[in-house]
């Protein structure tokens, strides 16, 4: 019953909704959005950007004031004159795609000095599992799992030989004033490495991994290097490679052609008193040594008394010292030792810590650092390094 007073008008004015409101007004559709637009304040018009009066040698004045993570970053995307000119100021860079190595590198950063070309060798998930096995991923690094193997780790796959050799020589055609470098080596002789060897003169920092010593001979092609990083290739992650690891016959290669060394460090070599030997020999200006992991045979440490020139050596990772370090008038000692270095390392044997402490007799400071079978009379030995004045534990 409708309400007195209340005629059908007055029905249709109660039940008036949302479809009634867009008739109102101009009895229009849209005529409350019509309203609504032509009521809002027009927008300002865009200011012209004042930096393309800069010219780019200004400019880039300007983006070199910036800070590390704001120059790749923000300022980077704010347009593409802003990110040819921040890559034009780029001096290190880590590449994760080796398409882009060879394509568009030199052009999108072509004043780099620092270059880390070892995640970009590792080959994608997708590319490395055609089969949808299982991935075990660290970083960039991925390895396929294999449950009835024994290990059930896989290999790290890598790009193919023919394009690191590529993509290495287009960096030594595009940057010659590198001066660090991070790569893998091919599983074979290659002309890659030298090509950067021919291309990058002022190179003095490598790092090189997956080596083996058919690969280390490129690198006795770099004269004028400082500072260099072998990393072997050992069989558990990068598969049984061609040619084995680094054994006596790479440290010999390289000690012969990389004579003005001043750092090394060796990752899972192999090699025995020769090798250490010729790198003492012939590296007269090597000052620090760095063993990582080491597979040697028994009798190393004695080689070390022909590095005349080392101010620390640092053991890092090793699952042994020397199995049979010799008699003890044999060793030698390293009288310009400096410091002794010991970071996570088994040094259950007895024998083995007491050969070390006499040739680093001449160490002034000894760090200990994360190792393990350290009992307390083994302290003790530490005493044969007569000009210790510091230890740390």
Same mark, same amino acid.
């Given at each position: 019953?409708? +309400?007195?007073?209340?005629?059908?008008?007055?029905?249709?004015?109660?039940?008036?909704?949302?479809?009634?409101?867009?008739?109102? =007004?101009?009895?229009?559709?849209?005529?409350?959005?019509?309203?609504?637009?032509?009521?809002?304040?027009?927008?300002?018009?865009?200011?012209?950007?004042?930096? %393309?009066?800069?010219?780019?040698? %200004?400019?880039?004045?300007?983006?070199?004031?910036?800070?590390?993570? #704001?120059?790749? &970053?923000?300022?980077?995307?704010?347009?593409?004159?802003?990110?040819?000119?921040? &890559?034009?100021?780029?001096?290190?860079?880590?590449?994760?795609?080796?398409?882009?190595?060879?394509?568009?590198?030199?052009?999108?950063?072509?004043?780099?000095?620092?270059?880390? %070309?070892?995640?970009?060798?590792?080959?994608?998930?997708?590319?490395?599992?055609?089969?949808?096995?299982?991935?075990?991923?660290?970083?960039?690094?991925?390895?396929?799992?294999?449950?009835?193997?024994?290990?059930?780790?896989?290999?790290?796959?890598?790009?193919?030989?023919?394009?690191?050799?590529?993509?290495?020589?287009?960096?030594?055609?595009?940057?010659? /004033?590198?001066?660090?470098?991070?790569?893998?080596?091919?599983?074979?002789?290659?002309?890659?490495? $030298?090509?950067?060897?021919?291309?990058?003169?002022?190179?003095?920092?490598?790092?090189?991994?997956?080596?083996?010593?058919?690969?280390?001979?490129?690198?006795?092609?770099?004269? #004028?290097?400082?500072?260099?990083?072998?990393?072997?290739?050992?069989?558990?992650?990068?598969?049984?490679?061609?040619? =084995?690891?680094?054994?006596?016959?790479?440290?010999?290669?390289?000690? #012969? =052609?990389?004579?003005?060394?001043?750092?090394?460090?060796?990752?899972?070599?192999?090699?025995?008193?020769?090798?250490?030997?010729?790198?003492?020999?012939?590296?007269?200006?090597?000052?620090?040594?760095?063993?990582?992991?080491?597979? $040697?045979?028994? &009798?190393?440490?004695?080689?070390?008394?022909?590095?005349?020139?080392?101010?620390?050596?640092? %053991?890092?990772?090793?699952?042994?010292?020397?199995?049979?370090?010799?008699?003890?008038? #044999?060793?030698?000692?390293?009288?310009?030792?400096?410091?002794?270095?010991?970071?996570?390392?088994?040094?259950?044997?007895?024998?083995?810590?007491?050969?070390?402490?006499?040739?680093?007799?001449?160490?002034? +400071?000894?760090?200990?650092? /994360?190792?393990?079978?350290?009992?307390?009379? $083994?302290?003790?030995?530490?005493?044969?390094?007569?000009?210790?004045?510091?230890? /740390?534990?």
């Amino acid at each position: 019953m409708p +309400e007195p007073g209340l005629g059908d008008l007055g029905q249709r004015q109660l039940l008036k909704g949302w479809p009634d409101l867009w008739l109102v =007004g101009d009895n229009k559709p849209g005529g409350l959005r019509a309203r609504s637009m032509a009521a809002a304040p027009p927008s300002p018009p865009l200011e012209p950007d004042q930096t %393309l009066a800069l010219p780019d040698a %200004l400019l880039l004045r300007v983006l070199a004031c910036l800070p590390e993570p #704001h120059l790749t &970053g923000a300022a980077s995307l704010v347009c593409r004159r802003w990110t040819r000119l921040a &890559g034009r100021l780029r001096r290190r860079l880590a590449v994760r795609d080796w398409a882009f190595v060879a394509h568009r590198l030199p052009y999108r950063f072509p004043d780099l000095a620092d270059l880390d %070309l070892f995640p970009a060798s590792i080959a994608a998930p997708t590319a490395a599992a055609p089969h949808a096995s299982p991935l075990l991923t660290c970083g960039a690094v991925s390895l396929t799992l294999d449950a009835s193997a024994d290990p059930p780790l896989g290999a790290c796959r890598f790009v193919d030989d023919d394009a690191l050799d590529r993509g290495l020589a287009a960096v030594a055609a595009s940057f010659p /004033n590198l001066r660090r470098l991070s790569a893998t080596a091919a599983s074979s002789e290659s002309g890659g490495l $030298m090509a950067i060897a021919g291309g990058c003169p002022t190179l003095q920092e490598l790092e090189l991994h997956r080596c083996t010593d058919l690969a280390l001979r490129p690198v006795s092609a770099f004269a #004028h290097l400082q500072i260099l990083r072998i990393v072997a290739a050992a069989p558990a992650l990068y598969g049984p490679a061609e040619g =084995g690891g680094v054994t006596d016959i790479g440290l010999t290669i390289l000690a #012969h =052609g990389c004579k003005r060394l001043v750092k090394l460090e060796l990752q899972g070599c192999e090699g025995s008193y020769d090798g250490i030997a010729a790198v003492g020999r012939c590296c007269a200006m090597l000052e620090e040594l760095t063993i990582v992991d080491h597979r $040697m045979d028994g &009798g190393w440490l004695a080689a070390l008394a022909f590095c005349g020139n080392l101010k620390t050596l640092r %053991l890092q990772s090793c699952r042994r010292i020397d199995d049979d370090p010799g008699p003890a008038e #044999h060793l030698g000692a390293c009288l310009t030792l400096e410091s002794l270095q010991l970071h996570r390392c088994q040094l259950r044997d007895r024998s083995a810590l007491h050969a070390l402490f006499l040739v680093c007799e001449g160490a002034r +400071e000894i760090q200990v650092q /994360n190792c393990w079978g350290l009992e307390d009379d $083994m302290f003790a030995l530490a005493g044969l390094c007569r000009y210790t004045r510091t230890s /740390n534990h």
